[in-house]
């Protein structure tokens, strides 16, 4: 597996690629510095959504997981920039009406944060819930994106 550290304003974050797909992305710089023109084209568009010129991501990504986890991850892809929806709306969404604790687990094991928009899932009665990448970074990206969120 291929890695790249990229720098943003979060802090470094490490990309994982295999067979020219992104596979994980990791809070953090954990080395390798692999120069895939796909490394480059996930920079400069990490960049751009870090500027507030990008809304979406347009990169070939392959994370693992199970298959609900999958559905529930594709499902993350079609909340939009600058929108949250409930743990309870995403299991709706995901087809899985009452396996939102399920799906909140699902949601936390997101290979691929920012990417595939996990942290636009938020409690029900406004307040952030959790995010694998701790809740600084969660309250940033809700920040850039202009989402409204409540503190518990």
């Known amino acids: 597996m291929e890695q790249a550290v990229i720098f943003t304003p979060m802090g470094p974050l490490t ?3 295999q067979e020219n797909c992104l596979a994980a992305l990791v809070f953090g710089d954990y080395g390798g510095y692999d120069h895939l023109p796909l490394f480059e084209e996930a920079r400069r568009q990490l960049e751009e959504y870090f500027a507030g010129s990008r809304q979406n991501f347009d990169l070939p990504l392959n994370p693992g997981g199970t298959d609900f986890q999958r559905r529930v991850w594709r499902t993350l892809l079609d909340i939009p920039y600058g929108t949250a929806i ?7 969404r995901a087809d899985c009406p009452r396996g939102y604790q399920a799906v909140g687990q699902a949601n936390g094991r997101n290979p691929l944060p920012i990417l595939i928009p996990c942290h636009r899932v938020i ?27 409540r503190e518990k």
Do not use: V
């Not at 409930?86 to 709706?92: G, H, V």
């Not at 990448?133 to 202009?146: A, M, V, W």
């Open 15 to 17: 990309l994982f690629a």
């Open 86 to 92: 409930s743990y309870r709306e995403l299991a709706r």
């Open 123 to 149: 409690g029900a009665d406004g307040t952030l819930g959790g995010y694998s990448g701790g809740l600084d970074r969660k309250r940033f990206l809700l920040d850039l994106e202009g989402i409204a969120y």
